[in-house]
């Protein structure tokens, strides 16, 4: 049975061997209502592109300027192996809700990529020291611990496109600022609950140089992992509404139905996944995964209207549910650097993200979404070889 464990001073306290439930929890709520926010750009994009007069490269590219400040998780995260950044966690929802809720006040192409600019700064703030604390209050279970944070974030990514558009619908694009309220009083729950709660990851964090042999034996192969996934996961998560107005001209709000389905999906793969690494291995699981969902994308694309949503629910446990298991994995090879290698990770995968959204966006200018999306699907099929080069992992027997 899941413990929870309390202590008056957690600050000083050494990384626990039992699942801290109510610290867990409450970052995962954190991270939920955080997402939902981040999750406001892809909704948007076809109202953006109207107003801003601007083709799929552009636009697309907008969801890059909230990538770029991912450069900055190293950083954080190997400052968050030795110093506390509770408060980036505390903060970073009430920052990311302004930021990204006032994106219908400004009508210039340059001050959107500002706004979206300093909320990614404000994302990667969260998401450098974020789960490598839940790693730490995880104990034994790191898995589970991952899934539940991935599945916080993929349920808030499945809300955000509904509240995005619902705001639309209530105070108009110009409007959508009075959102961010909700933001700032979750902030306020995450203080009262997290203020005395250490988000330093390792009380004896070990030198750089320790890790760097570990570093290049695993960041390459998950580099390979991440760009051969490229092609697959950005189409679904950034150009899903733009596909599903322009090529199959779905009004927006099923636009933005899609991508909840999507992520809604993706909740249960979250959960599901990193759990399931835990017991049987992390190879087996992401081989399974990454065998099946370019096959699913194919038929989606391909496939009878009638099959759309199944095939999207089918989808989210699949294309999108791999990064809990991935993450378990770098915690994993890390245990003293564990903020730092999470930073690597994620920097990594936004910088990949980044430059798949604007491929994706120039070869749609050039052949159009369907295509992009059927060349996407067929380069996700390269992750299967880097498999045999990731460190093993042994099951956790119940």
């Known amino acids: 049975m899941d413990q929870t464990t309390t202590s008056p001073n957690l600050e000083e306290t050494a990384v626990p061997d039992t699942f801290n439930t109510g610290q ?18 892809a909704p948007l994009l076809p109202l953006l592109q109207e107003r801003l007069a601007t083709n799929y490269a552009l636009t697309g590219s907008l969801a890059i300027f909230s990538q770029l400040p991912s450069l900055l998780n190293p950083l954080i995260g190997y400052l968050a192996d030795r110093v506390s950044l509770r408060y980036f966690i505390i903060l970073a929802p009430g920052i990311t809700a302004t930021l990204m809720s006032s994106l219908g006040i400004v009508n210039s192409y340059f001050m959107v990529a500002l706004l979206l600019f300093a909320g990614g700064i404000s994302i990667a703030a969260f998401h450098a020291p974020a789960p490598a604390m839940i790693g730490r209050m995880a104990g034994k279970r790191v898995g589970t611990g991952m899934s539940i944070f991935m599945a916080s974030g993929e349920l808030g990514r499945t809300f955000g496109p509904i509240v995005a558009i619902a705001g639309v619908g209530w105070f108009g694009l110009e409007g959508m600022w009075r959102l961010m309220f909700v933001g700032w009083a979750v902030t306020a729950v995450l203080y009262y609950r997290l203020h005395d709660v250490s988000a330093k990851t390792s009380s004896k964090p070990a030198g750089l140089e320790e890790a760097w042999p570990e570093i290049r034996r695993v960041f390459p192969v998950l580099s390979w992992i ?7 996961v950005v189409p679904l998560t950034t150009y899903l509404p733009l596909y599903m107005s322009d090529e199959v001209e779905a009004s927006l709000w099923l636009a933005a139905a899609a991508l909840s389905i999507l992520e809604g999906a993706g909740v249960a793969g979250a959960l599901l996944t990193g759990t399931a690494s835990d017991r049987f291995g992390r190879r087996r699981v992401l081989g399974g995964l990454f065998l099946v969902a370019p096959l699913l994308a194919l038929a989606f694309i391909y496939g009878p209207g009638w099959l759309a949503v199944p095939l999207l629910i089918a989808l989210g446990l699949t ?11 770098v915690q994993d090879s890390f245990p003293a650097h564990r903020a730092l290698a999470n930073g690597i990770y994620i920097g990594l995968n936004f910088l990949v993200r980044g430059l798949g959204i604007w491929l994706i966006g120039v070869m749609a200018d050039r052949v159009g979404l369907t295509l992009s999306f059927v060349w996407g699907a067929l380069a996700a099929f390269l992750t299967l070889p880097a498999l045999w080069f990731l460190p093993g992992r042994t099951a956790v027997a119940k």
Not at 226 to 232: D, F, N, S, T
């Open 226 to 232: 991440m760009l051969a996934r490229m092609g697959l």
């Open 319 to 329: 294309a999108i549910s791999p990064t809990p298991v991935i993450m378990a994995i």
């Open 24 to 41: 867990i929890f409450t970052i995962a709520g954190g991270h939920f209502v955080h997402d939902t926010y981040s999750a406001f750009i």
